[in-house]
């Protein structure tokens, strides 16, 4: 059997997909995701994406310390109370549990830090790799927001509409992360 398939949790043949396997067919997995664009589509009229969901959640929060700020059009238009709004926001709560009920039915276990990232960042702290993380993160959502889109929604979404803009986009967030891997993780 190849290491792949222990990984997974399978025998190495086919592409079946078992809950307690440690990692899906990235095949399968594709095409259900792929699917779920199906309802978006036909019940809601919108496609999938996440960031959107941070501008709902935190403009409805900060709504509650200052209520002046639903007066801001942009986000009065994402703390509406509307399908959109809402199914990205339980799309990304969705995501969250998902891995977590994977991770405890399949059994997978990691360490909180990785060796790679022990060696990229000169420490084993898992603060120090939560803190990157989460700035690199917030980073990358406010990126998203200026494009107007997030990586799932140009790259899921843009692409199965086969919209220019979301190709470009998709083909320059490759380029940007195999040049930022070179130029980081170099001294790995």
């Known amino acids: 059997m190849s290491e792949i398939a222990q ?3 399978g025998s190495g043949s086919g592409f079946a ?5 440690k990692a899906w067919s990235p095949y399968v997995a594709g095409i259900l995701i792929g699917l779920l664009q199906v309802p978006a589509f036909l019940l809601i009229e919108t ?3 996440a960031s959107s969901s941070y501008v709902t959640v935190g403009g ?3 709504s509650w310390i200052d209520p002046a700020v639903t007066n801001i059009d942009y986000v ?4 509406a109370a509307t399908g959109k709004n809402w199914w990205q926001v339980a799309l990304v709560i969705g995501v969250a549990i998902g891995a977590f009920l994977s991770m405890r039915i399949s059994g997978a276990r990691r360490q909180p830090i990785s060796p790679i990232w022990s060696r ?3 420490t084993a702290s898992p603060g120090v790799r939560y803190a990157v993380a989460f700035g690199a993160g917030f980073v990358m959502l406010f990126g998203a927001r200026i494009a107007d889109g997030c990586t799932s929604g140009h790259g899921l979404s843009g692409m199965a509409q086969l919209a220019v803009s979301s190709t470009v986009a998709v ?3 490759f380029a940007g992360g195999i040049a930022t891997a070179l130029l980081l ?3 790995i």
């Open 171 to 173: 083909a320059a967030m």
């Open 7 to 9: 990984a997974r949790g």
């Open 76 to 79: 009065a238009k994402h703390i």
């Open 120 to 122: 990229a960042l000169g």
């Open 47 to 49: 496609a999938l994406g």
């Open 60 to 62: 409805i929060a900060a």
């Open 17 to 21: 997909c078992s809950l307690k396997a």
């Open 185 to 187: 993780l170099r001294r």
